[in-house]
Nanobody
């Protein structure tokens, strides 16, 4: 059984920074892809950033240049560095691990951008 746990969410002022982390536990041989999604109230869940097995990355247009996804393969963790945050970044953020045996989601961590 694979379990993902996110941390690092909270309240941040516009223009500030935040770092989200997600750690995986359980039987993990390799992660094909890590991703961060977010969901704001009344909106669909959307892909924010992802990092592929080869290290390539992909970002939502509205976060390009502000957010950075990174991973630690040895520790089975993924992080999302969020800079220059905006009120529209407010959402619950979820990490996703795509493994050979299936996809696994974390429980989510709330990020609120407000002054």
């Amino acid at each position: 059984q694979v379990r993902l746990v996110e941390s690092g969410g909270g309240l941040v002022q516009p223009g500030g920074s935040l770092r989200l982390s997600c750690s995986a536990s359980g039987t993990i041989y390799s992660v094909n892809q890590w991703a961060w999604y977010r969901q704001a109230p009344g909106r669909e869940r959307e892909l924010v950033a992802r990092i592929f097995g080869g290290g390539g990355t992909d970002y939502l247009d509205s976060v390009k240049g502000r957010f950075t996804i990174s991973r630690d393969i040895r520790k089975s963790t993924v992080a999302l560095r969020m800079n220059s945050v905006k009120p529209e970044d407010t959402a619950t953020y979820y990490c996703l691990a795509v493994l050979r045996g299936g996809n696994y989601w974390g429980q989510g961590t709330q990020v609120t951008v407000s002054s």
